[in-house]
């Protein structure tokens, strides 16, 4: 089974306007760690947002704050305010445990669109 | 220089060629990754290193062959590879290789075309 699905390949938004794209997980260990990423086309993974398990409030980081539903296991990246800079692929991630090492698991990403 | 950065950014080869890949983090971390990110699948994990310790081989070919100098450097020696090894190839740093709320900075990435 998939550890992180995003179930969006692509979304649309008009510059100015709000996006929520939706990343739900799946996990026994109840200690883990949900990150989002943004690759734009140049290819660098470039780090937003960090929830921890345990955190009681949702994370916030400028425009990019994240939607956390523990119960439901989603944890979905709200966008702001759109910018056609934000237009690129967007990939959540989970890091579970804190044995010697814990890895990385990444969804297949979400492509973003940022229209004027 | 900041942060990860990685040479060359781009990379032809032919599959008897020997060539390594080169990260560098000026982060001050103690753990460095190698991903492996081919067309519309996931990011996949190759190699973990902690403290120049190499943790984690994620049933990775023997033609790609990781090495971890010191803490700010890794490289990923590549030989005899196949068309099917193209791919952007990712190095990230953290600060441990531990603990749930380790963030992962990465570089721009090499992309490689296998002839």
């Known amino acids: 089974a998939q550890k992180i699905t995003q179930t969006q390949p692509g979304m649309f938004v008009q510059e100015k306007e709000a996006v929520t794209l939706d990343c739900t997980y799946d996990t026994s260990d109840p200690s883990y760690g949900l990150f989002w990423y943004k690759q734009p086309s140049s290819g660098e993974m470039i780090f937003l947002i960090y929830q921890g398990s345990y955190d009681q409030q949702n994370a916030t980081e400028g425009r990019y704050s994240l939607n956390f539903q523990k119960a439901r296991k989603s944890a979905n990246l709200v966008i702001s305010a759109s910018q056609l800079g934000d237009s690129a692929m967007y990939f959540c991630a989970m890091r579970e445990g804190s044995e010697r090492y814990s890895t990385l698991t990444f969804g297949k990403g979400t492509m973003l669109l940022v229209s004027p | 220089e900041t942060g990860v950065t990685q040479t060359p950014r781009h990379l032809v080869m032919g599959m008897t060629n020997k060539k390594s890949l080169k990260c560098e983090q000026h982060?001050?971390?103690?753990?460095m990754y190698w991903y492996k990110q081919s067309a519309k699948k996931p990011l996949e994990l190759m190699f973990v290193y902690s403290l120049e310790e190499r943790v984690e081989n994620n049933s990775v070919p023997s033609r790609f062959s990781p090495e971890c100098p010191n803490s700010s450097h890794l490289f990923l020696h590549l030989h005899t590879l196949q068309p099917e090894d193209s791919a952007l190839y990712l190095c990230a740093s953290s600060q441990d290789s531990r603990g749930r709320g380790q963030t992962q900075y990465f570089g721009p990435g090499t992309r490689l075309l296998v002839l």
């Open positions: 982060l001050g971390h103690n753990a």
